[in-house]
């Protein structure tokens, strides 16, 4: 998205990759304009994401009854959380499906975004297939939940078209209220945060590199994992932080594709916040966030992403 | 890749293109269609003939709660969310083009507010209010919650813009005796233009359709995708799809109109320029 963006602004669009960082006027020279103009986005930051994120940390030491919570200092919060199996379960559920989410967007994400990059050679036929990619993600997630019901559904028409043909006697039932549905939903719904930081990275690799490999003997395969790859690794790894921290923070697809027969750790926190248990939900809330946290340390540790920026 | 390796190679991932759009696309065509379903028909196929009696359906009250007011809240609170974020992204872009103390640790969070799951911010901003002593509102809370998700977006895509921006512009402007302003308001801003409608386009589609973020938000009245959630649980007619195909046709259209423009103002700086 930002490539585009910033390709509208750069009067020579010739060559893909640019001079960088020449948009900064004199480094260092702080001065008071800088800070007016960054004070809006601090001050909502502030309110809206720290304050209420403290809020949390907060509110997982309170106390709580059925019907309101008490400011107070117990740690019951955490410790029925960590010490019941249920929890692990939960996380390892939620694990799963990260991991099997992450994999399928990765390899679909990458070969959309390979496709895009090197195989279509004009830019205006680049960027209407590339919009035809991202419209999707500009339309409600819910709806296109939704539109896998006349699909899957026991009535649907995979299986409809599955038993006139002969290949199954009776209807399918895990097609929809399953774990599958719920994986195909969120690939559904999560590929396009691949497609894009992917398409950005590749779109930047300096075609001369590719020549010089193949002039120096490189099979087409070579090419790919020796050059391709490992230059779209940053990519590859904001794609990754997003997807993995949208599924792990998932309860709208996995209680609605699963009609209620899986969980997951979002899941959990979200009937604990519907029965009014919000210091359980708070220390649930603490805990997935240092997890969260911790993949992504992770994922900075192993890719710089920062050239990205 | 020209070679006969190369064009097989096109063909095979051309087709997995394909298979692409097909699985982004199919799901939605499917609800377009059943939207027509004729009103003895159900939730799937076979057509039951065809009409647009679940369309009308929409409107009636008790059929599908409050659609219109839901619809006018969401489109409310998407403008309001979209004039915020562009404003405040691109005051935020020209911030960053210095640095200044604190200018990393204001990256960082406005990153963060990406990472962090979007179940934890309407969590912590219901709460948030509550200790406060607050109500919530669709219109404060749930403001407030919007722009976290919109916000990172608008300046992620500033910071591109203003990365690959060439001072040059700004010099000469200078050099010819313009004042700050007139540079701003006669040089950068035509320039960076079409970028600040995208953000505007980001703002105000990721708003439009945001559920989670909204759902501890939102106080006493629902926005559109709140109602629809709702809906899925209790409506077991095609007038779900009709609720569906309505809400895209209206993003549809509101990117539609957006990339026009983004096309029209830069044709028009190419003529001038």
């Given at each position: 998205m930002?490539?585009i963006a910033?390709?509208d602004?750069?009067?020579?669009?010739?060559?893909?990759?640019?001079?960088?960082?020449?948009?900064?006027?004199?480094?260092?020279?702080?001065?008071?304009?800088?800070?007016?103009?960054?004070?809006?986005?601090?001050?909502?930051?502030?309110?809206?994401?720290?304050?209420?994120?403290?809020?949390?940390?907060?509110?997982?030491?309170?106390?709580?009854?059925?019907?309101?919570?008490?400011?107070?200092?117990?740690?019951?919060?955490?410790?029925?959380?960590?010490?019941?199996?249920?929890?692990?379960?939960?996380?390892?559920?939620?694990?799963?499906?990260?991991?099997?989410?992450?994999?399928?967007?990765?390899?679909?994400?990458?070969?959309?975004?390979?496709?895009?990059?090197?195989?279509?050679?004009?830019?205006?036929?680049?960027m209407v297939?590339f919009l035809i990619c991202t419209v999707p993600f500009l339309t409600s997630n819910i709806i296109r939940?939704?539109s896998?019901?006349?699909?899957?559904?026991?009535?649907?028409?995979?299986?409809?078209?599955?038993?006139?043909?002969?290949?199954?006697?009776?209807?399918?039932?895990?097609?929809?209220?399953?774990?599958?549905?719920?994986?195909?939903?969120?690939?559904?719904l999560?590929?396009l945060?691949?497609?894009t930081?992917?398409?950005?990275?590749?779109?930047?690799?300096?075609?001369?590199?590719?020549?010089?490999?193949?002039?120096?003997?490189?099979?087409?395969?070579?090419?790919?994992?020796?050059?391709?790859?490992?230059?779209?690794?940053?990519?590859?790894?904001?794609?990754?932080?997003?997807?993995?921290?949208?599924?792990?923070?998932?309860?709208?697809?996995?209680?609605?594709?699963?009609?209620?027969?899986?969980?997951?750790?979002?899941?959990?926190?979200?009937?604990?916040?519907?029965?009014?248990?919000?210091?359980?939900?708070?220390?649930?809330?603490?805990?997935?966030?240092?997890?969260?946290?911790?993949?992504?340390?992770?994922?900075?540790?192993?890719?710089?992403?920062?050239?990205?920026? | 890749?020209?070679?006969?390796?190369?064009?097989?190679?096109?063909?095979?991932?051309?087709?997995?293109?394909?298979?692409?759009?097909?699985?982004l696309y199919?799901?939605l065509s499917?609800i377009f269609?059943?939207s027509?379903?004729?009103?003895?028909?159900?939730?799937?196929?076979?057509?039951?003939?065809?009409?647009?009696?679940?369309f009308?359906?929409l409107?009636?009250?008790?059929?599908?709660?409050?659609f219109g007011g839901s619809f006018r809240r969401s489109i409310i609170l998407g403008l309001m969310t979209t004039t915020i974020t562009v404003v405040?992204s691109?005051?935020?872009?020209?911030?960053?083009?210095?640095?200044?103390?604190?200018?990393?640790?204001?990256?960082?969070?406005?990153?963060?507010?990406?990472?962090?799951?979007?179940?934890?911010?309407?969590?912590?901003?219901?709460?948030?209010?509550?200790?406060?002593?607050?109500?919530?509102?669709w219109?404060?809370?749930g403001l407030?919650?919007h722009l976290?998700w919109t916000l990172?977006f608008g300046?992620?895509i500033?910071?591109?813009?203003?990365?690959?921006?060439?001072?040059?512009?700004?010099?000469?402007?200078?050099?010819?005796?313009?004042?700050?302003?007139?540079?701003?308001?006669?040089?950068?801003?035509?320039?960076?233009a079409p970028s600040l409608v995208g953000v505007g386009l980001f703002g105000f589609t990721l708003s439009y359709d945001e559920f989670?973020r909204t759902?501890?938000?939102?106080?006493?009245?629902?926005t559109l995708p709140l109602e629809i959630?709702?809906?899925?649980?209790?409506?077991?007619?095609?007038?779900?799809?009709a609720l569906g195909t309505v809400t895209t046709v209206f993003s549809f259209l509101i990117i539609f109109i957006t990339l026009t423009a983004i096309i029209v103002v830069g044709?028009?700086?190419?003529?001038?320029?």
């Amino acid at each position: 998205m930002a490539a585009i963006a910033a390709d509208d602004t750069t009067t020579s669009s010739e060559s893909v990759v640019r001079p960088r960082h020449t948009g900064k006027v004199r480094r260092g020279g702080a001065s008071l304009s800088s800070y007016l103009q960054a004070t809006p986005l601090a001050v909502i930051l502030g309110l809206f994401l720290l304050l209420p994120i403290l809020t949390i940390g907060m509110v997982s030491f309170w106390d709580y009854d059925s019907v309101r919570i008490y400011p107070d200092f117990v740690t019951f919060n955490y410790t029925e959380t960590l010490g019941s199996w249920v929890t692990w379960k939960t996380y390892l559920n939620t694990i799963k499906f990260t991991v099997i989410v992450w994999l399928l967007t990765a390899v679909i994400g990458f070969w959309v975004a390979y496709f895009l990059a090197f195989h279509i050679r004009s830019a205006t036929m680049q960027m209407v297939l590339f919009l035809i990619c991202t419209v999707p993600f500009l339309t409600s997630n819910i709806i296109r939940m939704i539109s896998w019901v006349p699909f899957l559904g026991r009535n649907g028409l995979i299986n409809s078209s599955l038993i006139q043909l002969g290949i199954v006697p009776k209807a399918l039932e895990f097609l929809l209220f399953s774990e599958f549905a719920v994986v195909l939903a969120m690939v559904h719904l999560y590929t396009l945060f691949m497609v894009t930081p992917i398409f950005n990275t590749l779109m930047r690799i300096d075609r001369s590199l590719i020549e010089a490999a193949r002039d120096a003997g490189a099979s087409g395969f070579q090419v790919l994992t020796n050059v391709i790859i490992p230059l779209a690794k940053p990519g590859i790894a904001i794609g990754s932080i997003f997807v993995i921290t949208l599924v792990m923070g998932d309860f709208v697809t996995v209680r609605f594709m699963s009609g209620g027969q899986s969980a997951s750790v979002g899941l959990m926190m979200s009937n604990q916040i519907s029965l009014l248990q919000y210091p359980a939900a708070a220390a649930n809330a603490v805990i997935l966030l240092i997890v969260v946290l911790l993949i992504v340390a992770v994922i900075l540790r192993v890719v710089d992403i920062r050239k990205e920026l | 890749m020209h070679s006969e390796r190369g064009s097989r190679e096109f063909y095979i991932l051309a087709f997995f293109f394909s298979l692409f759009v097909l699985f982004l696309y199919g799901p939605l065509s499917t609800i377009f269609i059943l939207s027509f379903q004729g009103p003895s028909g159900g939730l799937t196929f076979p057509m039951n003939g065809v009409s647009v009696h679940w369309f009308g359906n929409l409107f009636e009250q008790q059929a599908v709660g409050d659609f219109g007011g839901s619809f006018r809240r969401s489109i409310i609170l998407g403008l309001m969310t979209t004039t915020i974020t562009v404003v405040v992204s691109l005051l935020a872009g020209l911030a960053f083009r210095r640095k200044f103390k604190g200018s990393t640790f204001l990256f960082y969070l406005a990153i963060s507010s990406l990472v962090v799951p979007s179940i934890l911010i309407s969590l912590g901003i219901g709460l948030f209010f509550q200790v406060l002593g607050i109500r919530p509102a669709w219109w404060s809370s749930g403001l407030g919650a919007h722009l976290t998700w919109t916000l990172p977006f608008g300046v992620l895509i500033m910071f591109a813009v203003f990365n690959r921006f060439s001072p040059a512009y700004e010099e000469a402007a200078r050099d010819l005796g313009a004042t700050p302003w007139q540079t701003f308001r006669h040089v950068v801003l035509p320039m960076i233009a079409p970028s600040l409608v995208g953000v505007g386009l980001f703002g105000f589609t990721l708003s439009y359709d945001e559920f989670a973020r909204t759902l501890m938000t939102a106080g006493t009245f629902n926005t559109l995708p709140l109602e629809i959630y709702g809906m899925t649980t209790n409506v077991t007619t095609p007038v779900l799809y009709a609720l569906g195909t309505v809400t895209t046709v209206f993003s549809f259209l509101i990117i539609f109109i957006t990339l026009t423009a983004i096309i029209v103002v830069g044709r028009r700086r190419g003529r001038i320029g």
